[in-house]
């Protein structure tokens, strides 16, 4: 396996054909995109080119937000809890809404499997951490999640009918 030899956000572009030849410093941060070409001839050769392109990323990195890495916790178009598999459902049924809170995750086989949690019997938040500890113990049995629910959050509220 080769080993990286270039910085992050400065890659080596060598098209003569199209007399592209030096090095591309790109940055993205959020939906802010830069960047900027060093040709070996515009620099006076590739080390210099490599060293301009290279200052010119930690130059934008100082000026721009951090990077985000991963996606825990954001709310994203595809992800409106902010947690991965871990969802809110809305059905529709003979003019009723019925909304529920829904954890997933996928067994060692690979079958997927969800276990989900009336906001109406539970409350909203009360069905969104039942999901949650279903998501994070694997687990379909009802005895398990509330004992967990128990230990993690005290005493069941008093507008639950879970037992």
């Not at 007399?19 to 620099?43: L, P, S």
Request: net charge positive; with cysteine.
């Amino acid at each position: 396996m080769k080993t990286r030899t270039e910085p992050l956000g400065v890659t080596r572009i060598n098209s003569p054909e199209s007399h592209a030849v030096g090095w591309m410093a790109r940055i993205t941060r959020g939906k802010q995109r830069r960047h900027e070409f060093f040709t070996d001839k515009d620099c006076g050769g590739s080390p210099r080119a490599k060293l301009a392109a290279v200052q010119q990323v930690r130059e934008w990195r100082a000026q721009l937000p951090a990077a985000q890495t991963g996606h825990r916790g954001v709310l994203t178009k595809r992800n409106k809890s902010g947690e991965v598999n871990l969802y809110k459902r809305v059905q529709k049924s003979k003019g009723h809404e019925y909304e529920f809170w829904s954890g997933t995750w996928t067994e060692r086989g690979g079958r997927k499997r969800l276990k989900t949690f009336s906001c109406h019997k539970y409350t909203e938040a009360g069905a969104k951490h039942l999901a949650q500890i279903a998501r994070d113990l694997t687990t379909q049995g009802m005895e398990q999640i509330l004992a967990e629910y128990r230990q993690r959050h005290g005493q069941f509220p008093a507008e639950w009918n879970a037992e």
